[in-house]
């Protein structure tokens, strides 16, 4: 198996694959069948995705390998920056301003002004936020293993970044200098990327009971019991009896399969991968399993340096002070 294979343009192509990811790795995507797509099943659906709202019970006929990659690129279409709009008569007015171009759901814009470092003007998609939400509620009623195929290798390659690669030019982080921010030992990133990986398949669980399939449980299990080969006893007994499982850490809101796929430049319920101990502080290696979690982006924000106690208490000292003033901010003027 190719090192990183899934992941675009990734800087790592002379490293050699090692046993131990390949394990997990071919256990989670052995899960779900393959699906080769019927001939043609693209084009059919490209039309429907110009309103995914309008046309969402006829998308939904089609549930397959072709609507899951259809729908994840919607919801997270890679560099180009997406806008949000909650207002679509506001998307019309900024293309007709712009000149945009309607690609599917999107409406493509170039700005006026070129960037500081590059001599193209800057590209944004607009979409409008029902059209979004559709989108992901589509992607979250799919019930087709070859649905799930999908979105499970999309994960994976989620952890990849998250535990293995540098952002921007994603070098593997063991390649960096060691006084570098994201640098980690190889053998941390093993146990983050195990973990990781191990919190995904408890809420691919959840999300296959909800709809009542119970076809891939023992998959799932002994995928899961490869994952906790790379956790020490204190991490497995953690995991099994205090973790809250399909959680966000911090809110302790659950996290679902579908919430993975929300945009992270507009969506506060992003969920992105999150350190217990805050990396920054190179208090020795902090890029190791029992470090890390998935976390809404909106709760990562607010964590900050801290650790989730620290946080907490620094939340509660707000609210407390906040009840004994009061500030009326409709006030200022």
């Not at 099943?41 to 046309?55: A, Q």
């Not at 076809?215 to 002994?222: G, L």
């Not at 809250?244 to 507009?266: A, T, V």
Request: glycine share 6%; charged share 25%; hydrophobic share 35%.
């Amino acid at each position: 198996m190719p090192w990183f294979s899934g992941i675009p343009k990734i800087n790592n192509k002379i490293i050699a694959p090692n046993e131990r990811w390949d394990k997990i790795y071919n256990s989670i995507n052995s899960i779900f069948p393959k699906q080769t797509a019927p001939r043609g099943m693209r084009s059919e659906i490209k039309p429907y995705l110009d309103s995914v709202t309008e046309n969402r019970d006829i998308l939904i006929q089609y549930d397959s390998k072709v609507l899951a990659n259809e729908l994840i690129s919607v919801l997270r279409p890679g560099r180009t920056t997406t806008l949000l709009l909650a207002d679509e008569n506001q998307i019309n007015d900024i293309q007709r301003e712009y000149g945009g171009l309607i690609n599917g759901p999107y409406v493509n814009i170039e700005l006026k002004e070129k960037g500081p470092d590059t001599k193209k003007y800057p590209v944004l998609r607009l979409l409008s936020k029902r059209n979004y939400d559709t989108a992901l509620e589509i992607l979250g009623s799919l019930k087709s293993p070859y649905a799930f195929n999908v979105i499970v290798k999309n994960l994976i390659v989620k952890v990849e970044l998250a535990a293995f690669c540098k952002g921007g030019d994603r070098r593997a982080r063991w390649r960096l200098d060691n006084i570098h921010p994201e640098f980690a030992e190889e053998n941390g990133c093993y146990g983050v990327a195990a973990k990781l990986l191990y919190y995904i398949l408890d809420i691919l669980k959840a999300d296959l009971k909800r709809k009542n399939i119970e076809n891939y449980t023992s998959s799932i299990d002994q995928a899961k019991k490869i994952c906790m080969k790379e956790f020490n006893e204190k991490e497995i007994q953690f995991v099994n009896n205090i973790y809250p499982k399909c959680s966000c850490p911090m809110c302790l809101n659950e996290i679902s399969l579908i919430d993975f796929f929300r945009n992270g430049r507009n969506d506060p319920y992003s969920i992105v991968f999150g350190h217990y101990e805050y990396r920054g502080a190179r208090s020795g290696d902090v890029h190791i399993g029992k470090n890390s979690f998935w976390i809404h982006r909106l709760c990562n924000s607010i964590q900050g340096i801290y650790t989730i106690e620290e946080t907490i208490q620094i939340l509660k000292d707000l609210i407390l002070n906040h009840s004994k003033r009061i500030i009326d901010w409709e006030l200022r003027g």
